[in-house]
């Protein structure tokens, strides 16, 4: 028996099956037997019909091993040893042993048979070795989509009958049943041969029939089958069926490479159109992101100051929504339009294309910088508004400051004028004279004690004008007013004092005790008219420190009181001796104290009223307490939660950086832990969250510092994305390690050999490899690049493909693209334009008619779109430059 061997070798149990199934196939349906007889028989005299010789009896015209090397010359093209043309047993052995030698030496090996079964006329080894010499010579370098002989053989009939109706190959034996496979596929290739519309499945011998005179007729493929015989046989025989495909294959092989060339072409279109797909949205992301960024910037330089503290803390809760809803979705754009441009760089790089240069102002370089540009204008933003709230805060208490005072100096200067310019004194005696001289002195040193007032006033008016109160005008022409009429007070007071002193001469001393009186309750009035001022004054405190001070000196206030009680006793018991005095002496008084309008009423009354607003004053205060220890709560709160996350991020930082360099398992492995990792990452939101309200509690209750912690809100965001941009960028990684696995054909045990060499001399961990690192590198994995003038250029060559940029650095991603075009072959310009010229018939140009034939619709338009007329002297009308369009695809001229 024979078995079959050609360029896959197989197991010694393979040979049996094989004798096996042909002994098998022979016993169980003689049929079988009659059509390969028949279909052998045919397929050799198509080839001995070149020579002149035909055979009518397989077994025995092979007999003698004349005709049968005859038959192995005329298929292989070879000459063969010289016959024997003797009639004797001894010569046909060695002619026939001739033959069998030649076709071992063809890498076909034969098992358990011999030159004297042939000669003997054994039809079944007669026809397994016919069967050999067919799948040797016609069947076993039939290649289609990297599968061969047979299952390219079927793969190659799949492929060409697969857009037709009730056509199905899966074998060959039931598939071919019917007729119309082999109908399918000479309409394939030749449609003007035969109307397939016209047949009909229910009809296998007419379908048959027409197959087989047809390819006899137009294809010069002899008849090998008889339709009768496949349509009554239960099951046509497989080899006999294959014999005869094979020869529609070989008639056909021309359209194969046609095929083949198509095929290659539509691969590097459809390459080039993702590419381009890609690049478009990487411009259209990129010119979004850019113009948001140009937008967004304008709105946070604007500087115009509002007039009240609440405007302003509206402003800061735009901001704050800006923040929170608008900038987050930005930050993924970003990120995203980084890990395109990556990607989209990889996939070039490994097609081999040129690099993606983005329209000017849209590389990566430039969207980092504008995003800086945007990232310092909402750090200055937000520190603006604060200051802002700051000083209106400020504005506001010192504006109502301002007014107070404004307020109760205006009351006591009420009527002051009018007093001072009477002549009351020249119709006066002498003692009251002297009563208005004494309640002149009085008031003197009441217009003294206001000088101080007046002098706050004007203070406060100049601190409002440079922190530029918007109100600055009406404040001005208050404090103006008040400045003009005190100077005229004081110039009336100057005159009516020397009226007075004039007549002093002429009367006589007003009674001690009113003068004691008047002298002890002016500055004790003013002192309680202070007091009250001073109950009453406004406070804002930021801190603890701040409100125990205020605290502090109203408790000195109160321990004064004591005191300043004796002293009003003390002038309610002048007043009180003054009545006794004028009771025991039977004196009249004329009315109220002649030195002074303040009575004894009026200092109890604002007594009254300065006693009552103490305890108003503790209970403000102790609000004010409670409120800055709350806040203190806050701001530790807050401290906790930001020392948490900051320590988080960090170390979350660190470990990334670890991972990346001793990531072990497959690539998908580590994609998928990488990922894992991520969500892990993500899992710890809530606890941003958690911060952000504290940070947003802490600007609400204006909260300006924060001794408790280090870290700001600004810090741990920047943190934060840092940490999901790190994460992501190193997901990105590991699948463009993927692609370039894939695309190159590099096995895991050489990306794990390649990321060993660069971990060993990466020392530092940084993920790059500095120029010396990168030799010694280079020299472990056996490259020439010793400090000698060849390896010195050797080493310059490899350098300026891993860092065309010259940054001395040379990333992971660089070195696997370096080692992975060392190792492995692309598609190059030349491969492409050799498709070309097969698909046009070698001509140095193409038609839009045979691209639309050979090629699927889309890429065939894009092409035609694409490439420039041809100007050649051989040129026809709408011929195409292919060999220009194939060089652009690769960057080697401009599409």
Not at 29 to 42: I, L, N, S
Not at 125 to 132: E, K, N, V, Y
Not at 271 to 278: F, I
Not at 698 to 705: K, P, R, T, V, W
């Amino acid at each position: 028996m024979v078995d079959y061997h050609a360029s896959n070798n197989q197991s010694s149990t393979g040979h049996m099956e094989q004798e096996n199934d042909w002994d098998r196939d022979l016993l169980l349906d003689p049929a079988w037997e009659k059509q390969q007889r028949k279909t052998f028989t045919a397929w050799c005299n198509s080839h001995l019909r070149k020579s002149g010789t035909q055979i009518e009896n397989i077994e025995e015209d092979f007999r003698d091993g004349l005709k049968l090397m005859l038959l192995l010359e005329v298929i292989a093209g070879e000459r063969l040893p010289k016959p024997e043309r003797g009639k004797m047993r001894v010569h046909k052995i060695n002619n026939v042993n001739k033959a069998l030698d030649f076709i071992a030496s063809k890498g076909v090996k034969l098992v358990s048979i011999g030159a004297e079964e042939i000669v003997d006329g054994n039809a079944k080894m007669t026809l397994g070795m016919i069967w050999t010499i067919i799948l040797r010579f016609a069947i076993q370098d039939i290649s289609v989509e990297e599968t061969s002989a047979k299952e390219g053989l079927l793969l190659w009939c799949q492929r060409k009958t697969a857009p037709y109706k009730n056509v199905n190959v899966q074998n060959f034996h039931m598939s071919w049943k019917d007729g119309l496979a082999f109908n399918a596929l000479i309409h394939r290739h030749r449609p003007d041969l035969i109307d397939y519309d016209s047949l009909r499945k229910d009809d296998p011998v007419t379908n048959l029939n027409n197959a087989f005179e047809v390819a006899e007729k137009h294809l010069d493929i002899p008849k090998m089958l008889d339709a009768e015989d496949i349509v009554g046989t239960l099951r046509p025989d497989e080899k006999a069926i294959m014999t005869y495909v094979s020869c529609f294959y070989h008639a056909f092989s021309g359209a194969q490479k046609a095929e083949t060339a198509a095929n290659r072409i539509c691969k590097v279109l459809a390459v080039n159109q993702e590419n381009e797909q890609m690049m478009e949205d990487y411009e259209k992301l990129a010119s979004e992101l850019l113009e948001w960024i140009r937008r967004t910037i304008p709105w946070l330089e604007n500087r115009t100051q509002e007039k009240t503290v609440n405007d302003m803390q509206a402003k800061q809760e735009d901001f704050r929504d800006y923040r929170c809803v608008h900038k987050p979705p930005k930050v993924q754009e970003k990120c995203q339009l980084e890990i395109s441009f990556n990607t989209l760089q990889t996939k070039l790089r490994l097609s081999n294309r040129p690099a993606f240069m983005p329209s000017e102002g849209r590389m990566v370089s430039d969207i980092n910088g504008a995003w800086h540009t945007l990232e310092g204008a909402e750090k200055g933003y937000e520190e603006w508004i604060l200051s802002e709230i700051r000083r209106l805060e400020r504005l506001e208490h010192l504006a109502e400051k301002f007014h107070q005072k404004a307020a109760i100096h205006e009351s006591w200067t009420d009527g002051k004028e009018a007093m001072l310019t009477q002549k009351d004194y020249e119709t006066s005696t002498l003692s009251e004279v002297k009563a208005l001289l004494r309640k002149h002195e009085a008031f003197e040193s009441d217009l003294a004690a206001h000088q101080d007032r007046v002098e706050q006033i004007a203070a406060i008016a100049q601190e409002l004008n440079e922190l530029d109160y918007y109100d600055s005008a009406s404040v001005n022409a208050r404090c103006q007013k008040i400045c003009d009429q005190w100077d005229t007070l004081g110039a009336f007071t100057h005159g009516r004092k020397e009226s007075l002193e004039r007549t002093e001469k002429q009367l006589e001393s007003i009674d001690e005790l009113y003068l004691e009186y008047a002298k002890r309750a002016a500055p004790f009035n003013n002192w309680m008219e202070g007091a009250m001022e001073d109950l009453q004054d406004m406070f804002i405190v930021h801190n603890i420190e701040e409100i125990q001070g205020l605290i502090t000196a109203h408790e000195q206030f109160k321990s004064t009181l004591a005191e300043a009680n004796k002293e009003r006793e003390a002038i309610q018991a002048i007043q009180a001796e003054v009545q006794k005095i004028a009771q025991s002496n039977g004196i009249k008084l004329s009315g109220a104290n002649p030195y002074t309008t303040i009575t004894p009423k009026s200092i109890d009354s604002k007594w009254e009223k300065a006693m009552d607003m103490v305890p108003l004053r503790d209970t403000a205060l102790q609000g004010e307490l409670n409120k800055q220890n709350s806040n203190d709560s806050l701001r530790a709160k807050f401290a906790t939660q930001a020392n948490t996350v900051g320590a988080y991020i960090k170390a979350k930082m660190e470990e990334i950086g670890r991972i990346s360099i001793e990531m072990n398992g497959t690539l998908e492995d580590q994609l998928t832990s990488l990922k894992e990792y991520q969500k892990t990452i993500m899992s710890y939101m809530p606890e941003i969250n958690t911060l952000e309200g504290y940070h947003q509690l802490i600007q609400e209750a204006l909260i300006f510092d924060n001794q408790y912690t280090s870290y700001t809100m600004e810090h741990l965001r920047v943190g934060w994305e840092q940490l999901l941009t790190t994460i992501a960028r190193t997901i990105n990684e590991v699948e463009n390690q993927i692609l370039t696995r894939d695309a190159k054909g590099i096995s895991q045990e050489q990306l794990y050999e390649y990321r060993a060499s660069f971990n060993h001399f990466d020392k530092d961990h940084s993920g790059a490899l500095m120029a010396e690192e990168f030799k010694a590198c280079l020299i472990s994995l056996g490259y020439d690049v010793e400090n000698d003038k060849q390896g010195e250029s050797e080493f310059a060559r490899i350098m300026s493909i891993v860092d065309p940029n010259g940054s001395g650095a040379v990333t992971f991603q660089a070195f696997i693209d370096f080692m992975s075009r060392e190792t492995t072959d692309t598609d190059t310009a030349d491969q492409v334009i050799a498709s070309f010229k097969i698909l046009a018939a070698d001509k140095t140009f193409i038609t839009a008619e045979e691209l639309r034939r050979e090629l699927p619709p889309d890429q065939a338009e894009y092409c035609i779109a694409r490439m420039a007329p041809y100007v050649g002297a051989d040129a026809v009308p709408g011929a195409l430059d292919y060999m220009s369009f194939s060089t652009a695809l690769y960057g080697e001229s401009d599409l």
